[in-house]
């Protein structure tokens, strides 16, 4: 039975979510206007403090959006035109269009099939003399392997900048029981505040987090035209900065941020409830070592008929994405960077079969169970 459902359902519901801290929202936004402090100021510096408390890391340095946050991490770490970057292949383009743009080598490596982040076990093959830093990415809300990432930047005398747009709040768990939070592991970690990121401003925003010293001051020199007394540039750099109205908000935001993820959770274990016996569909695999803040709720569709699923679930007003469909060895700007013939298996197969379902912090039972039933029936 596959009942009319009445609201409309969305992929993201930033709307719903504004409407429960409305009062707040709005109160603190007036305030930034009030103040005329637009850029920079004491709101933006409350909101990085918190964030570095909540994370439990040194410094926050914020930024204007997740792109430049990597963008400047490397530009930071003074690493030099045909100097090699390791990135996994299946990911957003930002991932690698920074190393690109900066004259760096993108070396493309695969992804584990099951967590969809990036293989520790493939890091030997991609080493060269010229390789000077990883860019790990903890994918859909899910920490990758960092204990072994970790081990193999000490061994080769690489950096890691933890590429952290989708996983804000989860925590990793090291082999001896240590916990720290995505994002803070790596000499560098980067994240994005998108209105569709967990963390989600009203409009664009980013940061970097770090806990050393010298770094976080460079950081924040290059993400400010390479100065710290104003008019003396002693870096190049540019121009990326957090306004103070989007601190506002997202300080307000942060206060929560523990509930979305567990409003989130909640969703992703009604899916998992209602698509563990469909042999069609392989269901999110949790991470031993992560707990998963589910950025995005991925299955895997294993009958071929991916696409096709799709267009059902269009025809049945859910709406669903695709996270990522071309591999970015076989991108066309990326290609140059892509001499063999070879192809990633798992990376592949995973642009063929990956689905994601609609998943916020707004989800009821009624839409969820809607969902179940229509995507069900299509098998
Ligand atoms: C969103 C995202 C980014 C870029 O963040 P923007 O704020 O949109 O620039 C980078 N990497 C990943 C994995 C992302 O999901």
């Known amino acids: 039975m596959s009942g009319k459902i009445a609201q409309k359902i969305h992929m993201v519901d930033t709307k719903g979510q504004y409407l429960k801290i409305k009062d707040q929202v709005d109160a603190a936004v007036l305030e930034v206007i009030d103040s005329t402090w637009f850029v920079g100021g004491p709101v933006v510096k409350r909101f990085q403090d918190n964030l570095a408390k909540f994370l439990g890391v040194n410094y926050v340095i914020p930024c204007a959006n997740g792109t430049d946050a990597l963008q400047i991490a490397l530009m930071t770490l003074g690493l030099k035109p045909g100097d090699e970057v390791i990135v996994p292949a299946f990911t957003y383009v930002a991932t690698a269009e920074v190393i690109a743009l900066l004259r760096l080598k993108p070396v493309m490596v695969d992804v584990d099939p099951d967590t969809f982040n990036v293989d520790p076990a493939v890091l030997e093959s991609a080493l060269t003399e010229n390789t000077k830093a990883i860019v790990p990415v903890h994918l859909y809300g899910q920490c990758a392997d960092m204990a072994p990432i970790m081990d193999f930047a000490t061994k080769h005398n690489l950096y890691v900048i933890e590429d952290n747009a989708q996983a804000i709040g989860a925590t990793y768990t090291f082999p001896d029981g240590r916990k ?37 001051k460079e950081l924040r020199m290059v993400a400010n035209h390479g100065q710290s007394i104003r ?20 300080d307000i935001k942060l206060k929560y941020l523990n509930d979305y993820s567990d409003a989130r959770n909640a969703a992703a274990n009604f899916y998992d409830k209602a698509f563990a016996n469909n042999s069609n569909l392989q269901i999110p695999v949790r991470a031993k070592n992560s ?49 063999t013939d070879k192809t990633l298996p798992a990376t592949e197969l995973l642009s063929e079969q990956v689905i994601s379902l609609p998943i916020h912090t707004e989800m009821n039972e009624d839409i969820l169970a809607h969902i179940c039933e229509t995507l069900n029936s299509f098998f």
């Open 180 to 216: 720290q939070k995505a994002g803070t592991i790596g000499h560098i970690g980067c994240t994005s505040f998108y209105p569709s990121k967990n963390l989600g401003a009203y409009g664009d925003g980013g940061a970097m987090m770090c806990n050393d010293e010298k770094l976080a």
């Open 231 to 250: 008019y003396y540039h002693d870096l190049v750099g540019c121009n990326s900065r957090l306004d103070a109205i989007q601190a506002a908000i997202l």
């Open 291 to 339: 707990d998963h803040v589910f950025h995005q709720y991925t299955l895997r569709v294993k009958n071929g008929k991916r696409d096709e699923l799709k267009k059902f679930l269009e025809a049945s007003n859910i709406p669903s994405m695709i996270y990522y469909p071309v591999p970015l060895y076989k991108q066309k700007a990326y290609q140059e960077h892509w001499t």
